[in-house]
C-alpha cells in the first residue's frame, strides 16, 4: 500500500493528482457517488481513476474489458486470482470457517511451514488480519518486553493504520505522525550517509535512543520496513541492518522487521528481506502478500521476547488465524514454491532493473535504479534534481497506456514497480519498451 507521501514542512504531496480526468458520465457518477458515501479522506490512483471489474495473473480489467498490466500490486502476490488459492479459500469456506479458539489442523499446519523458513531462533507465530494489526502487537509485545515507549522509524515510513502503528507512519501525514514517542531518522540512502549507510544507520539509531532517554523515555523498538519501500526503495548495500539491531539492542530495545511489502520471496534472494542482511530480528511482521488479497497477517517472535507479555496478557483475534486464512496462506506458499516464483523474482526484477537503468545512458530524466528481485525505485530527475513532476507526468501516461505504476518517496519523485511475482521478461519488457517511448513526451 503505498502513500502519499510528505514533505519536509509537513505538507501532503502527491506525486501524481487524483481527480476525475477522462471519466465517461457512468464513472464520473460513481466517483460522486464514492466521495459522497465514503467521505472525503479515501483518496483514487491517477489524475483519471481506473474502473477494475477483475483480475488475473499479471494483469487487471476494466468495464471495457480493456486488461492493464499491474506493475504495482504485491498484495497480489502470486497473482490475481490464483485458482489454487481462490480453491482453497473456498474450499474451506464451505468446511469450516471458526477462530483460534478452537482446536484445529489448519492454524497449526500454517505455523509449522511459517516458521520452517525462519531461522531456529525465531520460533513462535500468532496470526492477525492486516500488517497494521501485527505491527501493533509487535508493539505492546515490545513494551511489555523492555519497559519502554519509544519507537525509532524513517523519517518517511508507512507501518499501518492502527493509531499507534499510524504515529509510526511518517507518509501518511502530520496529524498523525510522529505520534508520542516516535523518533523518525533519516532513511538509509547514500545521500543520507556519505561516509557508510551501516555505520551512519547505526549512528543515528543510537543518537535518537539519547534524545529519547533526555526527554525521559526508554527505548521499546526499532521498526524498519526491509526494502524501505515509502523511503525510496533502499536495500543495499545488502547487510547494513546487522548494525542497526546491534545499536538499537545496546540501548535495551528490539528490533522489528516489516516485512508486510517485501516479504515472501519478492525480493528474489530470500524469503524475507532481513535474510539479505544477516541478521535474525526480535520480531518479524508478516502481511499483505501472505493472502493474497485475503487478509491474513501474522507475526514470527523470539520466544524469550513473548515470554512476559504472555506471562500477563490474553491474545485473541476474532479473525485472525481463522481456518479460511489459514487455508488460503497455506495456498500461497505451495504456489510460490511450486512455481518457483523467488527465482523468477531473482530472474525477471535482474532484467527489469538492468532494462531501466540503460535507459538512463539515453534519458536525463532516469537517475538512479535501485531494488532486489521485483521490487524496484527509479530516480525520476529534472537538471539533474529530483522531480515529482517528472515522476507525475510518467504515472499517469504509463496509465494512459495501460500500465500501472505508482511514485514514492519523501518528495514524490521515486518511481515504485512492484508487480505480481509470476511477472514475465516479456511483461517487464513491455514496460521498458513503453517508458522509452513516453519519456520523450515529458
Given at each position: 500500500?503505498?502513500?502519499?507521501?510528505?514533505?519536509?514542512?509537513?505538507?501532503?504531496?502527491?506525486?501524481?493528482?487524483?481527480?476525475?480526468?477522462?471519466?465517461?458520465?457512468a464513472?464520473?457518477a460513481?466517483?460522486a457517488?464514492?466521495?459522497?458515501?465514503?467521505?472525503?479522506a479515501?483518496r483514487?490512483?491517477y489524475?483519471?481513476?481506473?474502473?477494475?471489474?477483475?483480475?488475473?495473473?499479471?494483469?487487471?480489467?476494466?468495464?471495457?474489458?480493456?486488461?492493464?498490466?499491474?506493475?504495482?500490486?504485491?498484495?497480489?502476490s502470486?497473482?490475481?486470482?490464483?485458482?489454487?488459492?481462490?480453491?482453497?479459500?473456498?474450499?474451506?469456506?464451505?468446511?469450516?470457517?471458526?477462530?483460534?479458539?478452537?482446536?484445529?489442523?489448519?492454524?497449526?499446519?500454517l505455523?509449522?511451514?511459517?516458521?520452517?523458513?525462519?531461522?531456529?531462533?525465531?520460533?513462535?507465530?500468532?496470526?492477525?488480519?492486516?500488517?497494521?494489526e501485527?505491527?501493533?502487537?509487535?508493539?505492546?509485545?515490545?513494551?511489555?518486553?523492555?519497559?519502554?515507549?519509544?519507537?525509532?522509524?524513517?523519517?518517511?515510513?508507512?507501518?499501518?493504520?492502527?493509531?499507534?502503528?499510524?504515529?509510526?507512519?511518517?507518509?501518511?501525514?502530520?496529524?498523525?505522525?510522529?505520534?508520542?514517542?516516535?523518533?523518525?531518522?533519516?532513511?538509509?540512502?547514500?545521500?543520507?550517509?556519505?561516509?557508510?549507510?551501516?555505520?551512519?544507520?547505526?549512528?543515528?539509531?543510537?543518537?535518537?535512543?539519547?534524545?529519547?532517554r533526555?526527554?525521559?523515555?526508554?527505548p521499546?523498538?526499532?521498526?524498519?520496513?526491509?526494502?524501505?519501500?515509502?523511503?525510496?526503495?533502499?536495500p543495499d548495500?545488502?547487510?547494513?541492518?546487522?548494525?542497526?539491531?546491534?545499536?538499537?539492542?545496546?540501548?535495551?530495545?528490539?528490533?522489528?522487521?516489516?516485512?508486510?511489502?517485501?516479504?515472501?520471496?519478492?525480493?528474489g534472494?530470500?524469503?524475507?528481506?532481513?535474510?539479505?542482511?544477516?541478521?535474525?530480528?526480535?520480531?518479524?511482521?508478516?502481511?499483505?502478500?501472505?493472502?493474497?488479497?485475503?487478509?491474513?497477517?501474522g507475526?514470527?517472535?523470539?520466544?524469550?521476547?513473548?515470554?512476559?507479555?504472555?506471562?500477563?496478557?490474553?491474545?485473541?483475534?476474532?479473525?485472525?488465524?481463522?481456518?479460511?486464512?489459514?487455508?488460503?496462506?497455506?495456498?500461497?506458499?505451495?504456489?510460490?514454491?511450486?512455481?518457483?516464483?523467488?527465482?523468477?523474482?531473482?530472474?525477471?526484477?535482474?532484467?527489469?532493473?538492468q532494462?531501466?537503468?540503460a535507459?538512463?545512458?539515453?534519458?536525463d530524466?532516469?537517475?538512479e535504479?535501485?531494488?532486489?528481485?521485483?521490487?524496484?525505485?527509479?530516480d525520476?530527475?529534472?537538471?539533474g534534481?529530483?522531480?515529482?513532476?517528472?515522476?507525475?507526468?510518467?504515472?499517469?501516461?504509463?496509465?494512459?497506456?495501460?500500465?500501472?505504476?505508482?511514485?514514492?518517496g519523501?518528495?514524490?519523485?521515486?518511481?515504485?514497480?512492484?508487480?505480481?511475482?509470476?511477472?514475465?521478461?516479456?511483461?517487464?519488457?513491455?514496460?521498458?519498451?513503453?517508458?522509452?517511448?513516453?519519456?520523450?513526451?515529458l
Amino acid at each position: 500500500m503505498s502513500q502519499s507521501p510528505q514533505s519536509a514542512t509537513g505538507k501532503m504531496i502527491n506525486a501524481y493528482t487524483p481527480g476525475q480526468g477522462n471519466l465517461t458520465e457512468a464513472e464520473a457518477a460513481m466517483a460522486a457517488r464514492r466521495a459522497r458515501l465514503l467521505g472525503p479522506a479515501y483518496r483514487l490512483f491517477y489524475e483519471t481513476p481506473v474502473h477494475l471489474v477483475r483480475g488475473s495473473g499479471v494483469h487487471l480489467y476494466d468495464a471495457d474489458g480493456n486488461a492493464y498490466l499491474d506493475c504495482y500490486n504485491n498484495v497480489a502476490s502470486v497473482g490475481h486470482c490464483h485458482p489454487r488459492v481462490v480453491e482453497a479459500m473456498a474450499t474451506q469456506a464451505a468446511t469450516l470457517a471458526t477462530h483460534t479458539r478452537y482446536l484445529h489442523d489448519g492454524i497449526l499446519e500454517l505455523a509449522e511451514r511459517l516458521l520452517a523458513l525462519f531461522p531456529p531462533e525465531l520460533s513462535h507465530a500468532m496470526f492477525t488480519c492486516t500488517g497494521s494489526e501485527a505491527n501493533d502487537l509487535a508493539f505492546r509485545i515490545a513494551r511489555a518486553a523492555t519497559g519502554g515507549t519509544g519507537v525509532i522509524v524513517t523519517d518517511n515510513a508507512y507501518h499501518g493504520v492502527t493509531l499507534a502503528t499510524a504515529g509510526m507512519s511518517m507518509s501518511i501525514g502530520p496529524s498523525v505522525a510522529p505520534g508520542p514517542g516516535v523518533y523518525p531518522i533519516p532513511a538509509p540512502s547514500p545521500a543520507n550517509y556519505p561516509d557508510g549507510v551501516a555505520q551512519g544507520f547505526a549512528a543515528a539509531i543510537t543518537k535518537a535512543c539519547a534524545k529519547m532517554r533526555a526527554d525521559g523515555i526508554r527505548p521499546a523498538m526499532l521498526i524498519v520496513d526491509t526494502v524501505f519501500s515509502s523511503d525510496g526503495v533502499f536495500p543495499d548495500p545488502a547487510g547494513f541492518l546487522k548494525d542497526a539491531a546491534a545499536a538499537i539492542r545496546a540501548e535495551g530495545g528490539l528490533f522489528l522487521a516489516d516485512e508486510v511489502q517485501p516479504g515472501f520471496g519478492r525480493l528474489g534472494s530470500t524469503m524475507w528481506g532481513f535474510q539479505r542482511h544477516g541478521v535474525i530480528p526480535d520480531m518479524v511482521s508478516l502481511g499483505k502478500p501472505m493472502g493474497n488479497g485475503y487478509p491474513v497477517a501474522g507475526l514470527i517472535i523470539r520466544p524469550e521476547v513473548i515470554a512476559d507479555f504472555g506471562a500477563t496478557s490474553r491474545y485473541f483475534n476474532t479473525y485472525g488465524g481463522n481456518a479460511v486464512a489459514a487455508a488460503v496462506a497455506i495456498a500461497v506458499l505451495n504456489v510460490i514454491r511450486d512455481e518457483q516464483l523467488i527465482n523468477n523474482a531473482a530472474t525477471t526484477g535482474t532484467m527489469f532493473r538492468q532494462g531501466l537503468a540503460a535507459l538512463s545512458n539515453t534519458f536525463d530524466a532516469i537517475g538512479e535504479v535501485r531494488g532486489a528481485g521485483l521490487f524496484i525505485g527509479v530516480d525520476m530527475l529534472e537538471n539533474g534534481e529530483p522531480s515529482p513532476a517528472r515522476a507525475g507526468k510518467l504515472v499517469n501516461r504509463l496509465r494512459e497506456e495501460r500500465i500501472l505504476i505508482s511514485a514514492t518517496g519523501s518528495q514524490g519523485h521515486i518511481l515504485k514497480l512492484r508487480p505480481p511475482m509470476p511477472f514475465s521478461p516479456d511483461n517487464a519488457g513491455q514496460v521498458i519498451d513503453t517508458i522509452a517511448r513516453l519519456l520523450p513526451t515529458l
